[in-house]
């Protein structure tokens, strides 16, 4: 069996990695399509001491055991007999397979025997170039992370999350990979969480857009768009509230897959998820404040409107009343056989009509 060393330093630095950040900003992530059958296996290589070596699927896990490092393969959607028979090879539970499989799984931390499980939801915000009552703006994904002590094993779910720029970011970083398996998934947890931010950015833009529009001197009726705001961002807090618990787990937990070293790694991943959670939070309750906001400006607009339409139809009663009664068709009734009869109610209707519409202008009313 022969397999291909790429090296990415010549060296291991004894000290601490470093860390992830900073990354590039203004980077577009890559989209991969849906797979429609083929290979499941995106990536395959085994680490030893930070080093890249290609190795083909099959003899990965041995030639991982045998040089004392760890694979890691990733999975791009595949099917139950696909994920089962890697299952096999690797000593993969068939709970978490199942898991895995189907997806759709809420963000979770599982110990199997010697392994651990750990689920993270993706999130993408979606561009679009005016908000409407039926944007899309929050599509949400699923990474399946499987950490052994000699393997790495990602099933990526959805359009987007790619992980190939990530595991080549990470192969930059060999002292970061020589703390093994849970290196991998600490720079998955921060990829996701780093894209929670980013999502979390763009939709409070589009909370404040919303927001200028319902308190602009404009008439407007923003209801539907907030709603839908709402409805998109339920989706984010999906992903990034019950990730807290697994982080803190990592964290907090003694774990001989998670080396002393990498906790604080995960510290640091549990900072900005906590950020993104207040953050996502406050949009949250802020978009609740808008759309009362927004109804109460329609009900004062509705009220508006009915109090112009009433003293229209008061000052229209008046002119209306004297008129009926001067039609009534009786023979002693006041000023009837007088010249300046017919005038004289003409002008009283006019300086009561001025009389109720300068009464409804100083209110307000008109």
Request: net charge negative; proline share 6%.
């Amino acid at each position: 069996m022969t397999y291909t060393r790429r090296t990415t330093s010549t060296t291991t630095p004894a000290a601490l990695p470093q860390t992830l950040r900073p990354r590039p900003a203004n980077v577009p992530r890559e989209v991969t399509a849906p797979r429609d059958g083929g290979d499941p296996v995106v990536d395959c290589a085994v680490y030893v001491r930070g080093e890249r070596l290609d190795v083909a699927p099959p003899d990965a896990l041995r030639v991982a055991r045998e040089q004392g490092g760890f694979v890691w393969l990733g999975l791009f959607e595949p099917s139950e007999a696909e994920l089962t028979a890697i299952g096999e090879h690797y000593g993969l539970h068939p709970l978490a397979v199942e898991d895995a499989v189907y997806a759709h799984q809420r963000p979770k931390l599982e110990r199997y025997d010697e392994a651990m499980f750990m689920v993270l939801k993706t999130a993408q915000y979606v561009e679009h170039e005016q908000l409407t009552a039926t944007s899309e703006v929050v599509i949400t994904g699923e990474i399946m992370v499987f950490v052994g002590a000699d393997h790495v094993i990602t099933v990526r779910h959805g359009t987007h999350g790619e992980l190939g720029r990530l595991r080549t970011q990470l192969e930059g970083q060999p002292d970061l990979l020589c703390n093994g398996p849970s290196a991998v998934l600490y720079a998955i947890a921060d990829h996701v969480v780093d894209d929670f931010l980013e999502v979390a950015n763009a939709v409070e833009e589009d909370v404040e857009e919303v927001e200028t529009s319902v308190f602009s001197p404009a008439r407007t009726d923003d209801s539907g768009r907030i709603y839908q705001l709402k409805r998109e961002l339920m989706q984010l807090r999906r992903a990034v509230l019950p990730l807290e618990l697994p982080l803190s787990t990592l964290v907090d937990r003694p774990n001989d897959l998670v080396p002393e070293a990498m906790r604080s790694y995960f510290r640091d991943v549990q900072d900005h998820a906590l950020r993104v959670r207040d953050q996502v939070t406050g949009l949250d309750e802020l978009l609740t404040s808008i759309l009362q906001a927004s109804l109460a400006r329609t009900s004062l607009a509705d009220n508006e409107d009915m109090r112009k339409i009433s003293a229209w139809a008061g000052i229209i009663a008046l002119p209306t009343a004297i008129a009926g009664i001067y039609g009534m068709n009786f023979d002693n009734m006041p000023e009837l056989d007088e010249p300046w009869g017919y005038p004289a109610a003409l002008l009283v209707m006019l300086g009561s009509c001025l009389a109720l519409y300068r009464g409804f202008k100083r209110t307000g009313w008109l």
